[in-house]
């Protein structure tokens, strides 16, 4: 199975996600649990034996649907893979995490293992000879015998804290999770098969995931990823992030496949709907992902995969696809796209990224958006999707098998661009616009509220980007690849997370601070043919450190032809000149006083950030970006901008612009 690039999949995620927008008092949401209680799911559930969501080697004949080029394909690859090692898992390597802070080489070794088997199950499930059943079995045999199933990142779960896994106390991450599926869509496809090798080799894996991941839980409320402690404790304790529905995505796979007690089954798949309700429960009723798009993905497309494998193992009875709420979770993903590649990148999330199109299609199918099952055909067609091997995450089944049997409905969808005139989302604060509905020509606006303990958060309160003909002009630099520092208490001594690394003002010094109550004020947005706008005091983000009373900004977009930012400030005191701070991918030239230009690398038509020359001073300076990850969307530099304020006025109004 082709491997995605790692850094993607890596950045989703963090059991230190903060609160969304509802944060406390979340509406009563449980579309899930209460609607379809313990008691009523035998009559709804099908029975493990008649669930039969895909073909398997025992009916292989709906295999046929599946293009013979895709087919050959996965064979192809799955021959590459027959000598392959399965490469140990060193405890030094664990280690390293606890010890360094890097979780890329532990999880480069157990990621290859799961993606390997995945590979070879689908190039056995297609050509049925038996020639890849011994390395499927070694596979197998290896991630059995593995110490812990997920990743020394997670290791906080566990009662003995970070370190070595305790196998004493097995605990579900999203990976240990994860791998659950796996073994479990293996068993679907290939139990037969495996049986005239040895019956142990289907036995040990359902005891493997019934110890390390069904039992414990049944037994456990505590996790916070649950969100059980979130519904007795709103008051006290953040609700859940995307590890919600991912991790419960899987454990419904495993329980429905893997679990053989009928009884059991079902307290199984109804206690995975009590978890996700707490998941639905909170989220902003606009359908905004506070973590932003790229973890949609993981987050809404989760959510996706829940509700997918409870209306099929329900024969369709279970269905919440006409829930409003459940549509704008899934419209979020082509209401922040701004032109391909780029996505509105708000906190961690990357500038440049392709959805998973056959996600996209299914989710968009499911509530019947037209926008996007089109949107979902387009990223099919830029990414020459279905003429080989389905990329997927950590090699898992959940999503490359529906993948396969959606690609010809898929590829003959007309593609198009969902390219949104203006979006507004009040409850996480985002804005976007654009100059002209249907076309990226012209300046492109976003920018955003909200508060410093968002999910994933920079401290970038009133933060905004420009791009202009599709290309980016002012940017979001994104996150860099996780290390331990990334979620821990020193997150935002990482550059890349502060304030005045986005286009925001330091203020007498002093950046924007973390926290719930450093946040936006006074919020408004407008729009009309001529213009949108959102206008906010940012004055406390900033702590009581920066003297400031009131930072109202109006950032507007004049359709057509410009950006314009205007400020009015109070200060209590001026300790030291502000600074207004912009980082851009183009190259800052000064062409004449108050007015710099940006030119790009390629064919982009340049722009121009516009200031007056009395009351600022412009200052330039590259960043050299190391990071693999940030390196994906913006190359190997940045520049930065700094406008210093030459005034000693402790009040004051000034404007800003960008045009062509």
């Known amino acids: 199975m082709k491997?995605?690039?790692?850094?993607?999949?890596?950045?989703?995620?963090?059991?230190?996600?903060?609160?969304?927008?509802?944060?406390?008092?979340?509406?009563?949401?449980?579309?899930?649990?209460?609607?379809?209680p313990l008691g009523q799911l035998k009559e709804i559930i099908l029975p493990r034996e008649a669930w039969r969501p895909y073909p398997s080697v025992a009916d292989p004949a709906g295999f046929e649907q599946i293009p013979a080029a895709i087919r050959q394909a996965y064979i192809s690859d799955g021959k590459k893979l027959l000598d392959a090692d399965w490469p140990p898992l060193p405890a030094s390597v664990f280690l390293e995490y606890a010890r360094t802070g890097n979780r890329s080489h532990y999880e480069a070794l157990s990621f290859g293992r799961r993606e390997q088997l995945a590979g070879l199950v689908l190039a056995e499930a297609f050509e049925r000879k038996g020639?890849?059943?011994?390395?499927?079995?070694?596979?197998?045999?290896?991630?059995?015998?593995?110490?812990?199933?997920?990743?020394?990142?997670?290791?906080?779960?566990?009662?003995?804290?970070?370190?070595?896994?305790?196998?004493?106390?097995?605990?579900?991450?999203?990976?240990?999770?994860?791998?659950?599926?796996?073994?479990?869509?293996?068993?679907?496809?290939?139990?037969?098969?495996?049986?005239?090798?040895?019956?142990?080799?289907?036995e040990r894996m359902v005891v493997e995931t019934e110890r390390r991941i069904l039992t414990p839980f049944l037994k456990r409320d505590d996790w916070g990823w649950m969100g059980f402690r979130w519904r007795a404790h709103q008051e006290t304790t953040r609700p859940v992030n995307n590890w919600n529905p991912w991790i419960n995505s899987n454990v419904l796979t495993a329980a429905l496949i893997l679990e053989p007690d009928p009884v059991r089954r079902l307290r199984l798949v109804h206690k995975a709907m009590d978890s996700i309700d707490n998941f639905i429960m909170p989220y902003p009723a606009d359908g905004g992902c506070d973590e932003g798009p790229s973890y949609w993905s993981r987050a809404g497309g989760s959510l996706f995969d829940c509700l997918g494998l409870l209306y099929s193992a329900s024969g369709g009875k279970i269905d919440v696809f006409d829930q409003p709420l459940i549509k704008k979770m899934g419209r979020y993903i082509y209401r922040t796209y701004i032109s391909d590649p780029y996505y509105i990148n708000f906190a961690d999330a990357s500038a440049r990224m392709r959805p998973d199109p056959a996600l996209v299609f299914q989710y968009g199918r499911a509530i019947q958006d037209q926008a996007m099952i089109r949107f979902a055909a387009f990223v099919a067609q830029k990414e020459n999707y279905g003429t080989g091997v389905i990329g997927g995450s950590f090699?898992?089944?959940?999503?490359?098998?529906?993948?396969?049997?959606?690609?010809?409905?898929?590829?003959?969808?007309?593609?198009?661009?969902?390219?949104?005139?203006?979006?507004?989302?009040?409850?996480?604060?985002?804005?976007?616009?654009?100059?002209?509905?249907?076309?990226?020509?012209?300046?492109?606006?976003?920018?955003?509220?909200?508060?410093?303990?968002?999910?994933?958060?920079?401290?970038?309160?009133?933060?905004?980007?420009?791009?202009?003909?599709?290309?980016?002009?002012?940017?979001?630099?994104?996150?860099?690849?996780?290390?331990?520092?990334?979620?821990?208490?020193?997150?935002?001594?990482?550059?890349?997370?502060?304030?005045?690394?986005?286009?925001?003002?330091t203020i007498n010094g002093v950046m924007q601070k973390n926290g719930r109550e450093f946040e936006a004020r006074?919020?408004?947005?407008?729009?009309?043919?001529?213009?949108?706008?959102?206008?906010?005091?940012?004055?406390?983000?900033?702590?009581?450190?920066?003297?400031?009373?009131?930072?109202?900004?109006?950032?507007?977009?004049r359709r057509g032809n410009t950006v314009e930012v205007t400020a009015q400030y109070q200060l209590?005191?001026?300790?030291?000149?502000?600074?207004?701070n912009f980082l851009t991918p183009r190259t800052p030239q000064v062409e004449k006083s108050g007015r710099i230009r940006l030119t790009g690398s390629g064919e982009e038509r340049p722009c121009y950030l516009n200031y007056d020359p009395n009351k600022f001073e412009p200052a330039f300076r590259t960043i050299t970006i190391q990071d693999s990850r940030m390196g994906h969307s913006w190359g190997h530099e940045l520049q930065r901008i700094v406008l210093r304020s030459k005034s000693t006025a402790l009040t004051g109004r000034f404007t800003i612009s960008v045009d062509d």
């Open 522 to 557: 006074d919020v408004k947005y407008t729009s009309t043919a001529r213009e949108a706008e959102l206008s906010l005091d940012i004055a406390h983000a900033y702590p009581p450190d920066a003297q400031v009373k009131l930072w109202k900004r109006r950032i507007t977009l």
């Open 3 to 36: 491997r995605l690039v790692t850094l993607v999949v890596i950045l989703v995620l963090g059991l230190h996600g903060v609160d969304a927008a509802f944060g406390q008092n979340a509406p009563d949401r449980k579309l899930l649990a209460k609607s379809y």
């Open 131 to 202: 020639c890849f059943l011994d390395q499927i079995v070694n596979g197998i045999w290896s991630i059995c015998e593995e110490s812990f199933w997920g990743v020394p990142a997670h290791m906080g779960l566990q009662e003995a804290g970070p370190g070595l896994p305790d196998v004493t106390e097995p605990v579900v991450d999203l990976f240990a999770a994860e791998t659950g599926a796996l073994l479990a869509w293996t068993y679907y496809l290939l139990k037969p098969e495996l049986d005239n090798i040895n019956p142990l080799i289907a």
């Open 395 to 505: 090699g898992v089944l959940n999503r490359a098998l529906p993948a396969l049997f959606t690609l010809k409905e898929l590829l003959g969808t007309p593609p198009a661009e969902p390219l949104v005139r203006d979006v507004w989302l009040p409850d996480i604060q985002v804005m976007a616009a654009r100059s002209e509905p249907g076309s990226s020509e012209g300046f492109y606006l976003a920018a955003k509220g909200g508060h410093n303990n968002e999910s994933h958060n920079h401290n970038d309160v009133g933060n905004y980007i420009v791009f202009h003909d599709g290309t980016p002009v002012l940017i979001d630099a994104g996150a860099q690849t996780y290390t331990a520092q990334t979620f821990s208490s020193h997150r935002y001594e990482l550059w890349n997370n502060q304030s005045a690394y986005h286009t925001l003002p």
């Open 572 to 580: 209590q005191v001026l300790v030291k000149p502000f600074t207004l």
